[in-house]
């Protein structure tokens, strides 16, 4: 019990403000395995967890002052991996970084593993700061076997210790996978959709979900397929991530969605083929601009689906407000004809300032200003 009571107090002055527990975290922090508070039939699910990592404070204050106390606790000096590190010039913070994200490295043999493995990646021509660049992204890179292997299988396949760097950064896990098993296959299955080594190097840092496994790979790739998307088409890349980023179900509701508006199937591939963005908004926002496009904008489907790069456009930031400018300018004589909206809507902020705004600023402040706070998001353009 005086156990208990000494944890409680660490919680409870962890910090003045209000603290929350729930049930399960506190029978965690309540909990026991002793012969005297459990019965021999019946053994408590729960384990006794640190006061700190039990604390669900009130403010933000509060949880970057809980931060700070964990980050001020010393390294234990005596852990020979930890003196391994600093010993190569590893900082106290980029090493508590390190065994606080892989723990194993505590207790990994020095000599045995530690040691030849750093001179390992030594020798395959990365710098200190690299080193600690790839082991802080990669902890694996000093607990895997094979390292070297893995290590320049990815570095020929990406060109440089750079890109190394920043696939490893982007997505770790990737590193992770076996060769054998998932990567190879994965990328033979790429080439012979005929991709490049260098567009598949470009999809290692941008798409790596792509490398996740081959039936997932092959699924895609067969819808892909489907939709008429080419394997030389510079849209391609993008399309698989599109649809690998997405459920099937939520894919299937953006064609309802446009379907219900007038599509046809040919339409919907013809639209995906340009454009495989539009399918990763929500079917909810595709249907408000598609209402506001058609019923208010008064734009015919045939337009839409020439240039669908207009529903990635935002609505309440982009769409509307410059509708409404151009509704204004051309209730008021200040337009000339032949302006075409869907060519309106592509221009860049700037450009579109610069030919509608920046003339008219002085005589209507008030239709600059509110098309400045609509794009921000504070409100909708009023004419």
């Not at 930890?82 to 043999?109: C, Y």
């Not at 396949?157 to 590193?175: D, H, P, Q, V, W």
């Not at 792509?210 to 391609?236: A, M, R, T």
Request: proline share 3%; hydrophobic share 40%; aromatic share 10%.
């Amino acid at each position: 019990m005086l156990l208990v009571q000494k944890r409680l107090f660490c919680l409870l002055s962890c910090n003045k403000s209000t603290i929350h527990l729930s049930s399960y975290q506190l029978c965690s922090l309540l909990s026991f395995s002793t012969a005297e508070d459990h019965s021999s039939n019946h053994r408590s699910k729960f384990m006794l967890v640190e006061p700190l990592q039990s604390c669900e404070l009130s403010s933000k204050e509060a949880a970057k002052m809980t931060k700070d106390r964990i980050c001020e606790k010393k390294l234990p000096s005596s852990s020979p991996s930890i003196e391994f590190f600093k010993q190569s010039g590893w900082s106290d913070a980029q090493v508590m970084k390190l065994t606080k994200r892989a723990p194993k490295l505590l207790h990994a043999n020095v000599e045995t593993a530690l040691k030849p493995r750093m001179r390992s990646l030594q020798d395959m021509g990365f710098s200190d700061t690299e080193i600690v660049q790839l082991v802080s992204s990669w902890p694996n890179a000093l607990l895997f076997n094979d390292v070297k292997l893995r290590i320049n299988f990815w570095r020929s396949l990406l060109g440089s210790n750079e890109r190394l760097l920043k696939a490893c950064k982007r997505n770790m896990f990737i590193f992770n996978f076996s060769l054998a098993r998932t990567i190879e296959p994965c990328i033979s299955l790429l080439r012979e959709r005929g991709i490049s080594d260098e567009r598949i190097a470009h999809m290692v840092v941008t798409l790596p979900g792509c490398f996740g496994g081959i039936d997932k790979l092959k699924e895609v790739i067969k819808y892909i397929e489907e939709l008429g998307v080419p394997c030389d088409s510079g849209l391609y890349t993008y399309a698989l991530y599109v649809v690998m980023s997405r459920k099937r179900s939520s894919f299937d509701a953006i064609s309802a969605t446009l379907m219900s508006f007038g599509c046809f199937q040919p339409d919907i591939i013809a639209l995906f083929r340009k454009c495989p963005f539009v399918w990763t908004f929500s079917k909810e926002t595709i249907c408000d601009k598609m209402t506001f496009l058609m019923k208010e904008v008064g734009f015919e489907l045939k337009s839409i689906i020439r240039y669908p790069v207009i529903l990635t456009c935002s609505l309440e930031k982009r769409l509307r407000p410059r509708y409404e400018v151009l509704k204004f300018l051309k209730r008021n004589k200040l337009l000339d004809e032949g302006h075409n909206l869907l060519s309106v809507m592509q221009l860049s902020e700037e450009k579109f300032i610069k030919k509608y705004l920046f003339q008219h600023k002085e005589k209507y402040t008030s239709l600059y200003d509110s098309y400045l706070a609509a794009v921000q998001g504070k409100a909708h353009v009023v004419a």
